[in-house]
């Protein structure tokens, strides 16, 4: 069993809907959680960094972590044809400047 | 936020050579750097973390002396693959930290795609 796994997608949905991307883990020691972009052929870009469980919101973006159930999640509210990329869920021990476990992305594409 | 650049962006060379690409933080020092390797369609794996002026740590599975990891300082890390074979062929990317910063998270370079014939 991989440590992090995430749902595979492709994801394809419409302009203007709500997209909810998950990922769950194994390892209950993991307390920072992650939520990379990263387009075709570029590194990954941080959007969302967590501590613990709870929600965080950013802008068309929400992050929610539940310890308890070992479940991350990102929401992209109104989506657009920019936000089509592969979202990746990271996850560390101790803080966003070590170790990072990564599920394996989930290709996301919003369609005019 | 902080730009970390790669070079080559893209590289092919032939079977048995050695192939050395850099990791550069732009614009900030970074105490530690990253290597991972991604395949397509699956999820970056770390493969080692260097910090400057030390002996890079290396992940389980992964062969030190195939992967020679150098960080010679606190802009630049590099990493070269000796006597690279085809199933070396993958997205090498690097990232850079700078402890003690906040946020606290790591940036990350636009990749180099290796391709060994």
């Known amino acids: 069993q991989k440590e992090v796994e995430q749902d595979p997608g492709p994801l394809s949905v419409p302009e203007g809907a709500i997209v909810s991307l998950n990922c769950t883990y194994s390892n209950s020691a993991f307390q920072y959680f992650m939520w990379y972009r990263q387009y075709s052929r570029k590194g990954p870009e941080l959007l969302m960094y967590t501590y613990s469980s709870g929600n965080k919101e950013d802008g068309r973006f929400t992050a929610q972590v539940d310890k308890s159930s070992k479940y991350i999640s990102l929401f992209i509210r109104d989506s657009q044809p920019s936000d089509s990329a592969t979202y990746l869920c990271a996850m560390s021990e101790t803080g966003g400047g070590n170790k990072l476990t990564f599920g394996t992305g989930t290709q996301l594409k919003v369609e005019l | 936020g902080a730009v970390v650049s790669q070079h080559p962006s893209w590289v092919i060379c032939k079977s048995g050579t050695s192939v050395k690409i850099e990791c550069r933080s732009l614009d900030f020092q970074a105490t530690t750097m990253f290597w991972y390797r991604q395949f397509p369609k699956q999820s970056l794996m770390l493969m080692a973390t260097s910090n400057e002026g030390s002996k890079a740590t290396y992940e389980q599975g992964v062969e030190k002396d195939k992967f020679l990891i150098n960080h010679a300082s606190l802009t630049l890390s590099t990493l070269t693959v000796t006597s690279a074979h085809p199933e070396d062929s993958s997205f090498y990317i690097c990232?850079?930290?700078?402890?003690?910063?906040?946020?606290?998270?790591?940036?990350f370079g636009p990749g180099t795609r290796l391709t060994v014939l």
């Open positions: 990232s850079a930290y700078q402890s003690g910063e906040s946020p606290n998270e790591q940036f």
